[in-house]
């Protein structure tokens, strides 16, 4: 059994996985909606697909040559450093994928889907006490699964690692206890001065928003050839293959903001997959490293790129003449301060970039408790409205636009809202790098020319794939283990600036 | 097991076939077009389950306990007469599919494979003989074919009831040879008069065309909650369910018919799919009979419903409308005349439906007496323009209008063409029972109600899927076994009318 043979095996399984979002694409964008009973047996069917093959023990035989499934340890060593690593890696989704029995898997399925269901009206009739009883099992079936896995510190980490493989609860805890502090204070600092006076609000035509979109991932690097931008309710990126990207986007006709960072950020997801090597289609070396990491190419692009005056000062005049009648009279210094605008909001999703992470600790922390049992299902509506009035100074008048804001939880997807977070701190630590690297960046953004930002990130990051762990990559990358103070030093500078507000 | 369970063990297959029909849907419509090779990929892994799930031991055993497979005898005769015709085909399915060893299954697919690629080049070049040595190992592959599958009179039997269960050679050689020479003499005879002097060339904006083409298939009864319309090379109708139709169109922009007319036969698939039972997916009673009969609900909405006086009564006003700079000054009269203009053509897609299905009988011919191996693939270019020349009176100037111009043959679909025909055929023999049925049909149509026409065919033919063999639903819709008479006489009086030709 050689590698090649190995990929070869596994190219069936990516397959599948391929088909799986292809399916998932295709319901987010143009299922006519009555098809979506037959949708649901289609997922089903292809994830049992998937899974068979994942487990099967034709797939561990063949592994088991190259590597020792027990010990970890590397049989054949005379293969390359980016092939013994995706062996690792196989054999650390092995190892977790035959812990959690089909019964399991299955139960887990369906508590989720009558979950959501419930969240969705609970969340229209603003009525926590719909969706307590379905939250309470969700919660008892990630402990369990926790338990399943298994864990060393803390049985949330066992649930973080299925997004961000070898982050612990302590590692977030740590990182997110230095950050919350200094961000609340800047928001409290920030909203004692007067904000911009501008806003973009006005009439823009839907398809002129969409071809903005597409002209802003031109320059990005994206081709019709290996991508495309459809609508969908909520903006996503979906990778079939590196060679057949698809984003999605929407649109809201009074605002053009939303669309366009949208796209940038999914531009930013698609750009990672898609200089992923394509020679290893079937192996984790073709697959992010986990959603840390690709939420910071998606930020990197979205925020610090997007939101930033050296990018308006080369696409805002074209933004300007598209839709001269409701930005005609706005200057370029005006709109970067309006786009910029922090305000703290009771919904996460339209949080600026001050107030966004904010959230995402409240959650965690709230999120960590519920698995390690120190607060119970029942409290999560006082408890949520505590933190969010802690660190954001407002308090949420319902729960709709508190607690039951996110459908995430209904899901079952414990563990995952901390990805948001990471990739912030990731995409600001890279982005320190990256500007050391090329100092005069700026200028070449301000012509237009996005290439250097994408050849830096495709080179350091997406070539990899899975070849090093999350942490491990932002330390050869940056030559530091992750931290919050790049990205409070980002927002500071940048904020500081656009408030006035003294160091 | 009852039927029950061996519905839904095979819902299993249907799934798998449905996921096949999305893959090819996408590839058609929306696909980026570097992901060609991951696509046939995927095509492939999709057909190699969907034909295991087919020939499992475990559906065998399933079958087995309600049929006998050997015999054909029902086992479970309590069962109702639509269960124990789904029986029969399940077993007809079954057998054939079991025949076929999966390596020759695999060549056959990497033959054509090549060989599509090579048609394609030689109809560039318009050099039959890139293409000569492609069609010989094709030809020799579907004789081997016909071979493993077995046949009673005629090898190219065995090959035409892939698409039409039950038609022999024998019965399409007896029909086609009473249809052709009037064929070839109505076509003389409206040569000798002067045709239509009115040309529908002219500006047409393309999104207008797509937007006419929704409304007219919204007066066929669809609806976007169960139907797309979108665009593709070639149009076509692909079901991923009833409930989830995927019609394609083509637009020119010079020319509105094309687009409306596609629209109208692709909707005339779709709504036989739609009117399937739904409650019988996985079983042969949600699929459309034969390619013949499905033909024939495409060509009744086109042809006979949509190029007619009544249709355009009630739809012309409308398309003039919208269109009133090219269509303003030709009256419904004019119109219509030229929109059924009957002129030889070398190509048939291009083909009028007094001249279509001399086309068709030239290739079956041809097909017929390559498969009987008496004659030879060397001889195709000589005998095609023979036989073109022969029956519409024009010569192909080269292959590439002649013999190189369809793909079919590259792909080894002998004995596909045949049902072009066919559904001519059929389409017009339902007709004469319909206005028998509901003789003033014209004034609902007339009046934009298609409503009559649609429950009359869901209900004789749609809501029986493969209940009934083809030949057998004709004779039970209409009387009488198929017969070439009814089209000749929708044919004669259409044209006759229209072209002053005395009887």
Known sequence: MSYQQLLKLCQTRALLDSISNLLEWDLETHMPAQAIEQRAAHMELMASLTHKEKTSKKFARALGKLIDIETGQIKDTSL?????????????DYLRDIKLPAAFVRKFAQTTSSSAHAWKKAKERNNFSLFLPHLKKIVSLCRKKADILGYQEHPYDALVNFFEPEMKTSTLTALFSRLQPPLSALVQAIQKKPGPQISLKGSYDASKQLDFALHVLRAMGFDPEFSRLDLSAHPMCITIHPKDLRMTTRIYPDDPMPNILSAIHEGGHALYSHFLPQEEFGSPLCEPVSLG??????RFWETIIGRSLPFWTHFYPRLQEVFSQSLGSISLEQFYAALNTVKPTLIRTDADEVTYNLHIIARFELEKALIEGSIQVEEIPER???????????????????????????LGAFGYFPTYTLG?????????KFTATHPRWQERVEAGDLSQIRQWLS????????????????????????????????LERKYRALYHVEQ
Chains 1, 2 share one sequence.
């Open 80 to 92: 390359s450093a980016p092939h013994q690593a995706a062996l690792v890696e196989w054999r650390r």
């Open 293 to 298: 990491i690709n939420e910071s190419q998606s």
């Open 384 to 410: 949520w409205n505590g933190k969010i009035s802690q660190f954001l100074g407002i308090s949420p008048p319902s729960n709709r636009e508190g607690c039951l804001q996110d459908i995430h939880w209904s």
């Open 424 to 432: 912030n701190l990731y995409a600001a630590q890279l982005f320190e």
């Open 459 to 490: 080179q350091e990051i997406h070539r990899f794939g899975r070849q090093y762990p999350p942490e491990k990559l932002c330390e050869k990358v940056t030559g530091n283990s992750l931290s919050e103070k790049p990205f409070l030093r980002y």
